[in-house]
């Protein structure tokens, strides 16, 4: 659910924005285990995951 929502960020924003890559970097990558998931996936999105992304990636909604 959680890379479903993230990769719907760089759907909104173009797969290859800068800012939205530069983001993910600082909030998720550079952490490490560090962070725990959930933390880090709420500093890169802003907001708790939504389960919609992950629906519409598996054809289950559109």
């Not at 952490?31 to 992950?54: H, K, T, W, Y």
């Amino acid at each position: 659910m959680l890379a479903a929502d993230a990769f719907e960020a760089f759907e909104d924003a173009g797969v290859f924005d800068s800012a939205t890559a530069a983001r993910f970097r600082d909030s998720i990558l550079s952490r490490g285990g560090s962070l725990d998931a959930m933390d880090a996936f709420v500093n890169f999105r802003g907001r708790e995951p939504d389960v919609r992304p992950l629906l519409k990636q598996t054809g289950i909604a559109a």
